[in-house]
C-alpha cells in the first residue's frame, strides 16, 4: 500500500512539475524588454497577440522583430547583426540609431498609407 502511495505522489508531482513549464515562451508568446543601457534586464512578458504583420510594441515587421522571436533573433546573431548592449538585431536598433525608425516606419507607410503607431519600447531614454 504505502508503494502505491509513493508512486501516486511521485506522479503527481511530475505532473505538477511539467505542467508549470520551465518559464520560457516560445516565439509567438512575445516579449518585453526594457531598455537601459548596460546591465538591461528583461521585463516581465506582455500578454499580447503576434498577429498582423507590424509589431506595433518595437516598430518593425513582426516577422522580423528580432526582439519578439527567438527565431528570428537567433538568424540575426548567427549573421553578425546584434546589438548586445540592447538586446536586438542591430538594424533594429532605435536605440543606437534612432534614424533606424524612419526608416521602418517608411516601410509601414508605403503598404498601409498612413505613419505607424509609435512604438512602445525601443526607442531612446529621454
Not at 511539467?18 to 526594457?34: F, N, V
Not at 510594441?57 to 548567427?78: I, L
Request: net charge positive; with cysteine.
Amino acid at each position: 500500500m504505502m508503494k502505491r502511495w509513493t508512486s501516486a505522489l511521485v506522479a503527481l508531482i511530475a505532473v505538477i512539475v511539467l505542467a508549470s513549464g520551465c518559464g520560457k515562451t516560445d516565439d509567438k508568446a512575445g516579449k518585453s524588454k526594457e531598455t537601459g543601457g548596460k546591465g538591461s534586464q528583461v521585463a516581465e512578458k506582455k500578454d499580447r497577440k503576434h498577429e498582423g504583420w507590424w509589431c506595433d510594441e518595437h516598430g518593425v515587421p513582426e516577422g522580423d522583430c528580432s526582439m519578439c522571436s527567438d527565431k528570428v533573433a537567433k538568424a540575426f546573431k548567427d549573421k553578425g547583426d546584434w546589438c548586445k548592449e540592447h538586446e536586438r538585431a542591430k538594424s533594429q536598433c532605435f536605440i543606437c540609431d534612432a534614424s533606424l525608425k524612419d526608416k521602418f516606419a517608411a516601410q509601414y507607410k508605403a503598404k498601409e498609407g498612413k505613419d505607424p503607431p509609435p512604438p512602445d519600447e525601443n526607442m531612446p531614454k529621454k
